[in-house]
């Protein structure tokens, strides 16, 4: 069965304190995996497409890595305009139907 | 990318009416699609709207309860019919500029309140 596990559930940390949320999968063939940031009372926001093993996408403070079983959202230096809830999908490679992880919620302190 | 808006915002419902969600993406799109988002949860996919054909229904949604409208390539409709308190949730419609493949863009939401 296809499935997306993100960890942690909620991360804190002092602005300007690097981590790594992690997002595994299992899938019978991955199309692509999707990175979101989602604010409270809004929309996800699309933020990164990885494609292959290997892959690296960067935005800003945010870089996205993939491996075979996993992807992580690595922040640097984060700042407090970062919290979000940051939201891992995956589309396998027989129907377009994206598969969500529950999603790390991310607290910045300043 | 795509700009997706929805309407209403949100709104607050009386148990056993329908209300209908509007979502207009800016762009022709093939696909479109329709989550709900219960408080604290990830998203759940209730349908697949394809403009000229019948919607996709996921397990444990169907047409009699979530009818869905695509008249055309811009736009499409969500009705949550006979609604109850376990209704309430946020509804998203998003859309897919690939023919389905490749990332999705989401609206705004709509917040919903079953009283």
């Known amino acids: 069965e296809d499935q997306v596990t993100q960890s942690p559930e909620a991360l804190r940390l002092q602005e300007g304190e690097s981590s790594s949320l992690n997002c595994s999968y299992t899938?019978?063939?991955?199309?692509?995996l999707f990175w979101y940031r989602q604010d409270p009372g809004k929309g996800p926001e699309f933020l990164f497409t990885?494609?292959?093993?290997?892959e690296e996408k960067e935005k800003e403070r945010l870089k996205a890595t993939l491996t075979k079983k996993e992807s992580f959202l690595h922040i640097t230096a984060p700042k407090p305009e970062d919290s979000a809830t940051y939201l891992c999908a995956v589309q396998a490679d027989s129907n377009y139907q994206l598969i969500w992880g529950a999603g790390t919620k991310l607290i910045i302190k300043p | 990318s795509a700009v997706i808006s929805q309407k209403p915002s949100r709104d607050i419902c009386q148990r056993g009416t329908s209300l209908t969600i509007q979502c207009q993406v800016d762009?022709?799109?093939?696909?479109m699609f329709w989550y709900r988002q219960q408080p604290g949860q990830s998203l759940t996919l209730i349908a697949t709207a394809n403009q000229g054909s019948e919607a996709t229904y996921e397990s444990g949604f169907v047409i009699d309860k979530f009818p869905i409208s695509r008249p055309n390539l811009t736009f499409s409709t969500l009705t949550v019919s006979n609604m109850s308190p376990e209704d309430s949730s946020i509804y998203l419609c998003?859309?897919?500029?690939?023919?389905?493949?490749?990332?999705?863009?989401f609206g705004p939401g709509t917040r919903l309140t079953v009283t």
């Open positions: 998003s859309v897919a500029l690939m023919g389905g493949e490749g990332e999705q863009y």
């Open positions: 762009s022709q799109v093939t696909m």
């Open positions: 899938v019978s063939g991955l199309r692509g």
């Open positions: 990885l494609y292959s093993a290997g």
